[in-house]
């Protein structure tokens, strides 16, 4: 696989220089909940410590790639409420998209 040009880095610098996300970030204990109560917990690294590693290997890459990735730290029974409220169960599709709105709501509604 050839490595990208220069003007291709560049390129796709300033096209992902706009881009945001959010990262579901936890505590050692939010993890722990939000695993026991996922219906995907295989999802999951098999610790906390093994998902940090990985977590902070992916914010470095969004990173290094010109992604701004921002930590969003999931408060379990806030989160629980927000999925009883929109239909959703703990899996990673309703994680994402609750990161996700967390993230617009705390950038003031744009996207």
């Known amino acids: 696989m050839r490595k990208p040009t220069l003007h291709q880095r560049l390129r796709a610098k300033k096209r992902s220089q706009s881009l945001l996300i959010g990262l579901t970030w936890y505590t050692a204990e939010t993890w722990a909940e939000m695993k026991a109560t996922a219906t995907d917990p295989e ?28 930590e969003c730290l999931i408060a379990p029974k806030e989160f629980a409420a927000w999925c009883a409220q929109n239909g959703q169960e703990n899996n990673s599709t309703s994680r994402a998209e609750y990161v996700s709105e967390k993230l617009t709501a705390a950038q003031g509604g744009a996207s």
């Open 43 to 70: 999802c999951f690294e098999d610790s906390f410590e093994r998902w940090k590693a990985v977590a902070i290997k992916a914010r470095s890459e969004f990173q290094r790639s010109g992604v701004r990735a921002i």
